[in-house]
């Protein structure tokens, strides 16, 4: 019988594990925190959204995108959704093609593969921190941080990256991969809140919004989201935000200047918003501009945006020009912030970089540099947007990496 050992019991090393169990072989995880899946809890807000029907490599990034091809048609969304109901998760697709639970509660997803885990005889070992591999002749020989060592045919390094490091994902798996010869792409947040420039922000934490977010690079459009925006006192977040900052970072890390354009109006075009606002300050020639705009803008937002337009929040509604006007729609639907950052790998929720895909069998997920060896999950340099393209990505390299280790 192969013997497997998986370093990690997130959601790409359950999947690994429960498909080499499946396939014969005889499976140990090693996990460094008391349970298994700690991060899975946290995924879709605490309800999981463990996939999306709208499932497409564009939806992945990285050096290599393409790498996905082969994972995500061997595992593809329907195998996912079926290999979850046979588990007992029922699912609900909601916006955007997000797949949930119909429990709505993560902790359903990470019930039913801890109990499947258990089901199927898979050796769970928590609290157990892989600090090195080595590889004598066919065998691998792994130390734990308390010097006990365990042996493996196989082994799948599954320790997810640098995202969330309070659910045990501390980068140490490169450290693992680099012993063993692979290189790593350098790692960077991604879908993490951005840090904006400006003073203002504090004056505004807090303030949520539902509009369009575009990054430009160069004053060209490189990207757009719509949602519900927020904003924060160091900058900006909400799932629109969360989308582009890997694009923005990417750019950052070549030393270019990503800017963030906000559209607080949206379904109106400037010229269209410029009639309505003067058909609207029509109806209150008496009140200041301050109070002329409650009721179409947050209230918080109001003076900020008005300092930005370069008027006075005490002038009379009837004396506003139409080039003040104009210079209120400019920032109404076209508000732009200098991107200088953002915040760190605590508030990331995957990781950007990773064990370079060029050194990595896509078909197989093993390495093509030391035999045995395979990769499952964020410690590969592919990341994937919002919406469940990430667990997608989990579950897929997990399962290829599980069933040709038995091979």
Avoid at 6 to 30: F, H
Avoid at 227 to 240: A, E, Q, R, V, W
Wanted: hydrophobic share 40%; proline share 3%.
């Amino acid at each position: 019988m192969v013997k497997v050992i998986v370093v990690g019991g997130g959601a790409a090393g359950m999947m690994a594990a429960i498909s080499a169990r499946r396939k014969g072989a005889s499976v140990t995880i090693l996990e460094r925190n008391p349970r298994v899946g700690k991060k899975i809890l946290a995924t879709g807000n605490g309800r999981c959204n463990y996939t999306n029907v709208f499932l497409d490599v564009k939806n992945y990034h990285g050096n290599n995108p393409k790498f996905v091809y082969s994972p995500l048609s061997q595992f593809n969304v329907d195998t996912t959704i079926d290999f979850f109901e046979r588990l007992g998760i029922t699912h609900v697709v909601e916006d955007k093609g997000k797949v949930f639970p119909l429990s709505f509660q993560a902790s359903s997803v990470l019930d039913v593969l801890r109990y499947e885990l258990e089901e199927i005889g898979v050796e769970i070992l928590c609290d157990s921190y892989a600090k090195k591999i080595d590889k004598e002749k066919n065998v691998f020989k792994l130390t734990l941080d308390d010097n006990k060592r365990i042996k493996g045919d196989k082994v799948i390094i599954a320790t997810g990256g640098n995202a969330m490091p309070s659910s045990g994902s501390d980068g140490n798996g490169y450290g693992l991969a680099k012993s063993l010869g692979h290189n790593v792409v350098p790692v960077f947040p991604g879908l993490v809140q951005l840090k904006l420039q400006g003073d203002f922000f504090k004056r505004i934490d807090g303030v949520k919004i539902v509009g369009t977010a575009t990054l430009l690079n160069n004053g060209k459009d490189i990207g757009e989201d719509s949602g519900d925006i927020l904003f924060t006192k160091y900058g900006i977040s909400g799932p629109p935000i969360l989308q582009l900052s890997r694009r923005a970072l990417e750019l950052l890390n070549k030393n270019k200047c990503p800017v963030l354009k906000v559209s607080t109006i949206s379904g109106k075009s400037k010229e269209e918003l410029s009639e309505y606002l003067k058909i609207r300050f029509t109806y209150m020639p008496k009140k200041t501009i301050e109070i002329g705009l409650i009721g179409l803008l947050n209230k918080r937002l109001i003076p900020v945006m008005l300092e930005e337009a370069g008027i006075d929040k005490g002038k009379i509604v009837s004396n506003i020009s139409n080039e003040e006007i104009d210079s209120l729609v400019e920032i109404l639907t076209d508000w732009r912030f200098n991107i200088i950052g953002s915040k760190s790998f605590d508030f990331a929720q995957v990781t950007a970089g990773g064990i370079d895909t060029r050194e990595i069998d896509g078909r197989t997920m093993e390495s093509k540099l030391i035999s045995g060896l395979y990769f499952a999950g964020e410690i590969v340099d592919i990341d994937g947007d919002c919406g469940g393209f990430n667990l997608q990505w989990a579950w897929s390299s997990g399962y290829v990496a599980g069933i040709n280790a038995v091979l």
